[in-house]
């Protein structure tokens, strides 16, 4: 597995530290942990603990490169995993970008000849999401006759559930399950089929990703809840499923990873490997650590090491079945499962932020006592090493309103970047921000526990997302928000305009959606207000292409519902509602011609290609009966509910780039792992008393349903321990976690902004309990009078 | 205080030689549509073509490695490989739509697997080899979207070695194409969903652009380690093995009705008696076809599950020789280093192209006119944006009318 040596450790690291263009400009001299994750020998295992913007991915990328080019690593067997694709393409193409540049150094000194630099081929490298690696691994190593897996649209798994899980056995309506589910959803409230359906799969999901002995969990819990056995088999009914139809989920795809690795059939994959690198390792499961030590196992027999890398502060996952446990605890669990010893190294340089910036997040971080306790243990503070820039403290801003915090959050983002600068006030002093040259309103974010634009609930209350859309677009150069996810997807103008044609052209005035019987409310006003825009957008008579005069789009709309045909010949059998789908954007040129507008249309079309392998109709709209009823029943169930509800939802991936001259809002979730120059959190802007609906976004009471599972499955798991943290304690900690992650993105400037007053320069953001603004779980308020930051 | 400004992040963008830069050439605006944006052609036709075809070809040789199992292959062992192969299309959401699609995949794979099999399963050393490679980007191309100075370019092959060829069969015509030259070489095996372009066809560069592609290959398998020079491609498009009416028409034009002939491998004697009589008989070949598709829709609804084989293809009234259809579905390009590199600053400007309308598009905040639409008939027809796609010879460009 070892090549030949190419350079010395020695001629590696001046390469690497030597200026551009002649080399990296990494200068490893600053930071002896950098310096001892990257030199560390090809042996020895590592759990580099790395803060926020602490060169996590240089360090990996150099790492790697090292393997390569010092200790002579073949690249095929090197595997190195990310937790997003987006992730994935970064660190592939630094080691592709860097690795080429040191190789064009190398042969520039005459370090090395052109035929050694030939045989090491960098694209061999296997990079990826776990995902994507076991579907190509699983593809690549397959026998002859093997099926290569493909995981299922998320909403396709959710149909299947609901079918084969839920409505077979009419398990949906056994009391036993019912009663159940309200335990575990700590509420009768809306516990219809769809809510029965997600807790169903969610329990699908975490028997995988937990390693649960399923059978012990029911023949246990059943005896107290029966309704667990009902649950069981509902999983059961849809695994079944699954395997007829020789498909299965994403939870699936990696249990057969395990599986197929157990049994050896992936040997010829396993044999080459060397060095498993592992990124985000705080938001892994035990499946996924189980495929690690797997693969690991393979590696130290070679003479390799496993490499993880992550931060347990910055856990946010749990919701999806990440165990920052399996981080804070790795040194012991891989030692019991590979035999590894690692070495932990500590980043704690942050290169990212101003001083004031690091110090606010390390003091957030400190702030909670009884937080201290799940961190890793021994963690260094970060230190802030980012040489020459301006220090600004960090800003405050609470208003008494949203409307008034969105004008004067409007007023400030205008004047850093349409005007000369911004002015802050602090007692006597006066700073002015201005943007950099070259700068643009895409330097600054606003991050939200959710960016959507109205609050959940009856009363749709307008957010903060919405309140600064408004007021960015009546300033006088108006700014544009960049917020794909703001508005609910069913609702967005060209979705609802797009599906109501599709509703009104296939079913007229609804007459088939009037003939299904079990069918939820919401759903069904969905359709009426698609319908409604549908029928707008006629009246307003939108122009097709410009070259032709003639053919309306209710004239279409028109022969369509008649089934009368525009041209001569007889209407087709059957119509595919691609076709159609297609043939009705020719009237919207905002979506034909915009990136934004393709966003909104590709879910639509990825649920029809889904849908058609739901039934032999395959999204075909027939002409005569009994086929012509059907097919519609067909496309409401399988494509027009799956969207309404919510199930269909937009590719971010497919995002090339936030605009430059746009604002972008996004959720601290989709933030991770992203720096903004003027980073806006906010921390309250949600909450105007102490109300017990909102406590688990800011004050937990108690845990989530993520928290009930892990202390409903985690007995039973095969490799984990029962919680010994309350779900309460468990709640705060994510809390912690999340605005950990928030505040540590600015690069300059930290700006908070919520509902509050300003009396006296005193901060009083109303009194309301709240992890965002510094309250700890014991009820006190360190920030009381002194929150430490210019409130402006 | 003076912002930082924001980078663009350092992405090296990736380039499939077939998904991305084929599909370019084809058309811009339609790439920019069905590949960057991941929109579904509503006909996908040649998408299922190509797929299934690849896939029962890969599919076949690993059985007849795995499970020594000797060919020809009987229908229903063909139609085995086809069930699996459909099966994992049918998982992707790829489907055949049309029965007649369905009849002409398995009738090609059936004739690939067991023409070409015996000749070409002996002699591949390597299945499915993933090529990987990084490129400078053209110097011009602005950097507004990410920061990176290269592009990554992909493809499979299978690959052939000389001494694998060394050990082939007497009588084996197609190592005979591909034997001679240096002591190690290699050869790159592809497969194309398609007919034989023609060579002098302006409305469609194919038949350069595949050499383009190959060339790119060669570079690409050179990076590998362990692989040895390039010596040639073998390119074979199978539509010829059993070809459909719009194939004939095509080979019609080309041979008859094109001065000079526009295609290397032309018929003579019986065969080009038999094409020149295609015209007068395509109307009873349409009628056999079309009783054919009845067969095979019955064929998939029905009698398949009681255990019955795909109905075959019915003959033409006036074929074309199986040695000659033979001759048209293989292709060999010489490659040498010279050839490889006069063609590899093709594809660099064609990345070239691609990354400064992603800038255009970034820039303006319009797509339409950022991409080069490139309306060829035989694109056009099935294109799903067709009626508005502003190319100026796009003749479908209307407001489109109830079916």
């Given at each position: 597995m070892i090549q030949n040596r190419v350079v010395s450790w020695i001629d590696f690291r001046h390469l690497v530290t030597s200026p551009a263009p002649g080399g990296l400009g990494k200068p490893l001299d600053d930071d002896p942990d950098q310096e001892g994750a990257v030199a560390a020998p090809v042996n020895q295992s590592l759990q580099l603990i790395a803060g926020p913007g602490t060169g996590k991915t240089t360090s990996l990328t150099l790492r790697v490169l090292k393997l390569v080019f010092v200790d002579g690593v073949a690249p095929i067997s090197i595997v190195a995993t990310t937790f997003t694709k987006k992730a994935a393409g970064e660190l592939r193409s630094r080691i592709l970008g860097w690795g080429d540049q040191l190789r064009n150094a190398m042969l520039r000194d005459g370090l090395l000849d052109e035929e050694v630099i030939r045989r090491i081929d960098l694209n061999q490298i296997t990079t990826g999401t776990l995902d994507s690696i076991a579907e190509q691994v699983m593809n690549d190593f397959r026998a002859p006759g093997v099926d290569s897996l493909v995981p299922l649209e998320d909403f396709i798994a959710t149909s299947y559930m609901r079918r084969d899980g839920l409505f077979a056995a009419q398990r949906y309506q056994n009391p036993d399950l019912r009663a159940y589910a309200t335990f575990i959803d700590g509420?009768?409230?809306?516990?219809n089929t769809k809510k029965l359906t997600d807790i169903a799969r969610e329990y699908r999901d975490r028997f995988l990703h937990d390693q649960i002995d399923v059978t012990r969990f029911r023949n246990t819990r059943s005896v107290q809840y029966p309704g667990a056995a009902v649950l069981v088999d509902a999983v059961g009914g849809y695994e079944i499923g699954l395997m007829q139809r020789l498909v299965t989920d994403f939870a699936g795809i990696e249990a057969e990873l395990l599986a197929r690795l157990e049994r050896g059939v992936l040997s010829a994959f396993t044999r080459q490997l060397q060095v498993v690198l592992i990124d985000e390792y705080q938001d892994t499961n035990v499946l996924q650590e189980q495929i690690y030590f797997s693969i690991a196992r393979a590696a130290l027999s070679n003479g390799g090491s496993i490499v993880v890398v992550g931060d347990d502060d910055q856990s946010l996952y749990r919701f999806r079945g990440a165990t920052v446990e399996l981080f804070t605890d790795f040194a012991r669990r891989v030692h019991d499962g590979t035999g590894a010893s690692p070495r932990v190294i500590y980043l704690h340089r942050n290169y990212r932020s101003s001083t004031a910036i690091v110090a606010w997040s390390q003091r957030y971080a400190t702030l909670d006592p009884d937080y201290q306790a799940v961190r890793a243990p021994g963690k260094p503070a970060l230190l802030a090493a980012r040489a020459g820039a301006d220090e600004i403290p960090v800003l405050g801003m609470f208003r008494a309103s949203v409307a008034d915090l969105a004008q004067d959050l409007a007023a400030l983002i205008d004047g850093v970047f349409n005007g000369t600068g911004f002015q802050v006030h602090h007692q006597d002093e006066t700073l002015t921000i201005t943007k950099g040259a070259g700068g643009a309103v895409g330097d600054c974010a606003l991050l939200c526990s959710s960016p959507a634009d109205y609050a959940g609930g009856q009363n749709r209350r307008a957010r903060l997302p919405l309140a600064l859309r408004q007021a960015l677009a009546d300033l006088r150069n108006p700014i544009q928000v960049f917020n794909p996810r703001g508005e609910t997807y069913s609702e967005v103008t060209p979705v609802a305009r797009l599906c109501g044609l599709l509703l009104e052209c296939s079913d007229p005035q609804g007459r088939v959606e009037q003939t299904i019987v079990a069918m939820p409310q919401t759903v069904r006003n969905v359709f009426r207000a698609w319908r409604q825009a549908a029928n707008v957008f006629i009246r307003s008579d939108p122009r097709g292409p410009e070259s032709t005069r003639n053919g309306t789009l209710a004239s279409f709309v028109d022969h369509w519902q008649r089934r009368t045909p525009q041209g001569r010949g007889r209407w087709p059998t059957r119509f595919p509602l691609m076709e159609l789908i297609y043939e009705l954007l020719t009237w919207m040129p905002g979506v034909q011609d915009d990136a934004e507008g393709l966003l909104y249309l590709e879910p639509i079309t990825r649920t029809v290609t889904a849908a058609q392998n739901l039934d032999r109709l395959e999204c075909n709209i027939f002409r005569d009966q009994p086929w012509a009823d059907r097919s519609v029943i067909s496309l409401i169930r399988n494509v027009f509910e799956p969207i309404a509800s919510g199930d269909t939802q937009i590719e971010e991936e497919l995002i090339e780039m936030v605009p430059r001259d746009r604002l972008g809002v996004l959720s601290i979730h989709q933030a991770k792992g992203l720096e903004f120059p003027l980073t806006i959190v906010d921390v309250g802007s949600d909450f105007r008393s102490n109300h017990a609906a909102q406590r688990m976004k800011r004050f937990p009471a108690g845990g989530s349903r993520s928290h009930v599972l892990e202390d409903e499955l985690w007995p039973f798991s095969r490799t984990l321990q029962p919680p010994t943290r309350s779900q309460r304690d468990r709640a705060f900690d994510d809390l912690i976690r999340q605005y950990f992650v928030a505040f540590s993105r600015p690069q300059d400037v930290l700006l908070l902004v919520g509902l509050g007053h300003l009396e006296d320069g005193d901060f009083q953001p109303n009194e309301i309990e709240n992890v965002a603004t510094g309250w700890t779980r014991d009820r006190t308020w360190p920030w009381r009078g002194n929150p430490d930051m210019w409130l402006i | 205080v003076t912002l930082s400004v924001r980078r663009n992040p350092y992405v090296v963008p990736s380039y499939s030689l077939t998904g991305d830069l084929l599909s370019h050439l084809s058309c811009g605006l339609q790439y920019r549509y069905q590949n960057r944006g991941a929109l579904p052609p509503s006909k996908p036709v040649q998408l299922w073509f190509g797929q299934f075809i690849h896939g029962t070809m890969e599919e076949a040789f690993r059985r007849w490695r795995d499970n020594q199992q000797p060919l020809p292959w009987s229908d229903g062992e063909i139609q085995s490989v086809a069930d699996t192969v459909l099966r994992r299309l049918t998982a992707r959401g790829i489907q055949f739509q049309r029965f007649i699609v369905l009849g002409i995949g398995i009738e090609r794979a059936a004739q690939a697997i067991n023409r070409f099999g015996p000749i070409l399963f002996p002699l591949i050393t390597e299945c499915e080899v993933k090529l990987k490679g990084i490129r400078q980007l053209p110097p011009d191309v602005p950097r507004l979207v990410r920061e990176s100075d290269y592009y990554e370019v992909t493809g499979v092959v299978d690959v052939i070695t000389s001494a694998q060829l060394a050990e082939a069969r007497d009588g084996n015509t197609l190592a005979a194409q591909l034997q001679g030259g240096a002591d190690r070489f290699e050869v790159i095996v592809d497969y194309k969903g398609m007919r034989r372009p023609g060579q002098d066809d302006p409305a469609n560069q194919a038949w350069y652009h595949h050499a383009w592609q190959v060339m790119t290959y060669a570079w690409l398998r050179a990076q590998q380690t362990g692989s040895q020079p390039v010596q040639s491609a073998l390119l074979l498009y199978l539509n010829e093995l059993a070809p459909g009416t719009e194939d004939m028409d095509k080979l019609y034009e080309d041979v008859i009705e094109t001065s000079p002939i526009s295609t290397d491998v032309s018929p003579t004697g019986a065969n080009l008696e038999n094409l020149t009589r295609w015209r007068a008989n395509k109307r009873e070949w349409s009628a056999r076809i079309d009783t054919w598709e009845d067969q095979i829709a019955n064929w998939w609804r029905t009698e398949r599950r009681d255990g019955a084989t795909f109905p075959r293809m019915p003959q033409m009234p006036t074929p074309l020789s199986p040695d000659f259809l033979m001759k048209r579905a293989v292709r060999v390009i010489p490659i040498d280093l010279e050839s490889i590199q006069a063609n590899l600053g093709h594809f660099d400007e064609e990345v070239g192209t691609i990354e400064r309308s992603v800038a255009l598009e970034v820039q303006t905040g319009r797509l339409i006119n950022s991409w080069r639409a490139t309306p060829r008939e035989e694109n056009c027809t099935i294109c799903d944006f067709r009626h508005f796609c502003p190319a100026v010879g796009n003749n479908y460009r209307a407001v489109p009318t109830a079916p």
């Open positions: 509420t009768s409230f809306g516990l | -």
